[in-house]
């Protein structure tokens, strides 16, 4: 529970209609407009977050409140709420002050928004918090007991992933556990061969949709992955936080890391051959835009040991590294410019927008190019895990 006395007071001032302007009352044409507020990509931090909206016509200022009451007033269309508790979870709320010239109303107070400030110091392994030039804004370090669901969505279904994949994904197979030969607590994904919801296989899957979701920065994740043998397909990857209204892939696609591919099986080069890959656009006929590339490394990413792989992203690129914090000046193994705004399928229409995280362990399908679970070596033993240590974000300076 939340302490009452939580959120940053500030001098409270107010103009007769804010109390009144929105509390309970609809928009008429004799007002104006309410803010659409949103919490500002990354911004979110122990003890703060930044509000951003839209500006409003005719709006001299702007009036907000955190947890139904008044905190503040903005002149700009943003402002930062500081002093906040860690971990707690806060309802905001922005209001437009008419111009006095204008001979309209104060809006109506916005629909309520909620965001959840980070853990607090005790709960993280400190984290760099300088990097490259980049500030860190959000970690999630999986030290807990169990899968924090304030930061991540559990999936649960055996859609097949629209890769015709094997596994059912259950929370059984998503956990918090000791990895054991380096002792760090990690973010588990368990695949296992077993009969499950009329599937051969199990699997994780999580994501931070709606949730933690973010616009440019650098992504890393420390990631022990499994022998992917012959089936398995581990993946580190972000999507648009508007799938839910525009679908895919005109959400965008940004995979970070994916390993199991077909070409590295037929190779015998499955422990070193990774893939990154962006889909994006929409489907005209049965084509849509992607780009792909795939490196086959000197040394295995599937060598019992974590690896860090990294998203760079800003206004002009996205690109991938593997092992950064050994090889800072490692090229990426994929590049993909975000400029382009010649036509509807360019790819600057579709990365510059908020993306959420994802990691998932999948068994089969089309990326490996098994769909018989009798031809899943992997799972020879019964069940591989994939062990995320941590997943850190961090903002240009």
């Known amino acids: 529970m939340r302490n009452a006395a939580t959120a940053m007071i500030v ?36 003890n703060s977050f ?8 005719n709006a001299s200022m702007y009036m907000y409140r955190i947890d139904g009451s008044i905190t503040g007033r903005a002149y700009t269309t943003e402002k930062t709420v500081s002093n906040l508790t860690s971990a707690t979870t806060y309802s905001v709320e922005v209001m437009a002050i008419a111009d006095e010239t204008s001979g309209l109303k104060n809006s109506p107070w916005s629909d309520a928004i909620s965001v959840t400030t980070l853990s607090g110091p005790g709960d993280v392994e400190d984290p760099d918090t300088d990097l490259d030039g980049y500030t860190l804004v959000w970690a999630d370090e999986f030290n807990g007991s169990a899968v924090d669901e304030s930061v991540w969505n559990i999936e649960v279904n055996g859609s097949g992933g629209g890769n015709n994949e094997l596994q059912y994904y259950t929370r059984n197979n998503v956990s918090i556990s000791t990895e054991p030969v380096s002792g760090k607590s990690c973010l588990t994904l368990t695949a296992r061969k077993e009969s499950y919801g009329g599937r051969n296989a199990t699997s994780g899957r999580i994501n931070s949709k709606g949730k933690k979701y973010f616009q440019y920065g650098r992504f890393d994740a420390s990631i022990k992955l499994p022998k992917t043998a012959n089936g ?31 070409d590295g099986i037929a190779a015998g080069t499955q422990d070193r051959y990774l893939n990154g890959a962006c889909h ?85 399908g089309n990326f490996p190019g098994i769909w018989d679970i009798n031809q ?21 300076n």
């Open 376 to 396: 899943v070596t992997a799972l020879d033993n019964g069940e591989a895990k994939m062990y995320i240590d941590y997943v850190r974000v961090y903002r240009k």
């Open 50 to 57: 930044t509000i951003e909206w839209d500006a409003v016509e």
């Open 11 to 46: 001098p409270l001032f107010c103009f007769a209609s804010c109390e009144t302007g929105g509390t309970g009352e609809e928009w008429d044409d004799t007002m104006l407009k309410a803010p659409n507020p949103r919490i500002q990509a990354g911004s979110t931090t122990q």
């Open 280 to 364: 994006w656009g929409y489907y005209k006929g049965s084509s849509y835009p992607n780009y792909s590339n795939s490196v086959t490394y000197d040394y295995s990413v599937q060598d019992g040991e974590f690896h860090l792989f990294s998203c760079v992203w800003d206004e002009n690129a996205l690109a991938m590294y593997i092992d950064l914090d050994k090889y800072p000046d490692a090229e990426p193994y994929f590049k993909m410019n975000i400029t382009d705004t010649t036509d509807d399928w360019s790819t600057g229409l579709y990365f510059h927008k908020e993306f959420f995280l994802l990691f998932n362990l999948a068994v089969g």
């Open 232 to 262: 398995l397909w581990p993946a580190y990857w972000m999507m648009g936080n508007d799938y839910d209204n525009v679908g895919w892939p005109r959400c965008g696609e940004v995979d970070i890391l994916e390993m199991g591919h077909a």
